[in-house]
């Protein structure tokens, strides 16, 4: 079975420094790879996808990045965390672009201060 | 933007069918109405989803009208744990993107 891990569960940063949240997924191969973030009490916002390694598109002009340096591992990072990134941050996967559920991750709590 | 509206919150009470009502007016003709759900502090968990006919696995039924203009999910007998944001979206074809939107509080009480 398939399984996504996301880690860690909770983060706290200061203002300016860097961050880097990982996520990986076993039990299957080249899934498409999503980033959520959530703001308290709104909905989900996509923040990039990627369809393959090294390939990556952004939805929300940001302070953040995405890499997949690997087929199953996804990264989020900021070179400079502002206090608006702040919010959960989810982590998905879907087999293909064929109208197959995306499966999340229990996500990150960042809070920036 | 989400291309689906919902009720802000409802509640249910225990042991009931809990219908949760979507409507996706403008949805296209080969797009899919997917439900998840969200336990506060957890990552949203898929529920069912469907195209036109009835779907119905062990967590829930979905219930899509002819003009598939709107969809119910309806929770069979509700428990303190169905308790969750629900979340209705649907998905454009080899699209990779989702968008969530604010979703429907659900709120089961004994």
């Known amino acids: 079975s398939q399984t996504i891990h996301q880690w860690p569960a909770t983060l706290v940063q200061p203002v300016g420094s860097p961050l880097s949240l990982e996520c990986t997924v076993e039990?299957?191969?080249?899934?498409?790879l999503y980033w959520y973030r959530q703001a308290a009490g709104r909905g989900l916002q996509l923040l990039f996808y990627?369809?393959?390694?090294?390939?990556i598109s952004s939805e929300v002009p940001q302070n953040l990045s995405a890499s997949r340096p690997q087929d199953r591992q996804f990264i989020l990072s900021s070179k400079k965390l502002l206090l608006s990134d702040s919010g959960f941050y989810l982590c998905?996967?879907?087999?293909?672009?064929?109208?197959?559920?995306?499966?999340f991750g229990n996500g990150t709590r960042l809070t920036v201060t | 933007d989400a291309k689906t509206t919902q009720p802000p919150s409802m509640d249910c009470a225990e042991g009931r069918a809990a219908n949760l009502p979507c409507n996706h007016s403008t949805i296209s003709g080969n797009e899919y109405v997917y439900w998840y759900r969200q336990i506060h502090s957890q990552g949203p968990q898929y529920i069912i989803h469907g195209l036109k006919n009835n779907e119905t696995n062990e967590m829930a039924s979905l219930i899509i009208t002819e003009d598939r203009k709107s969809s119910t999910l309806i929770l069979p007998h509700a428990t303190l744990r169905d308790t969750a944001v629900y979340y209705c979206i649907v998905r454009p074809p080899n699209d990779y993107k989702l968008s969530f939107g604010a979703g429907t509080t659900v709120t089961v009480r004994a």
């Open positions: 990627s369809v393959g390694i090294g390939q």
């Open positions: 998905a996967w879907t087999r293909d672009g064929r109208n197959s559920p995306l499966h």
């Open positions: 039990g299957t191969s080249n899934p498409n």
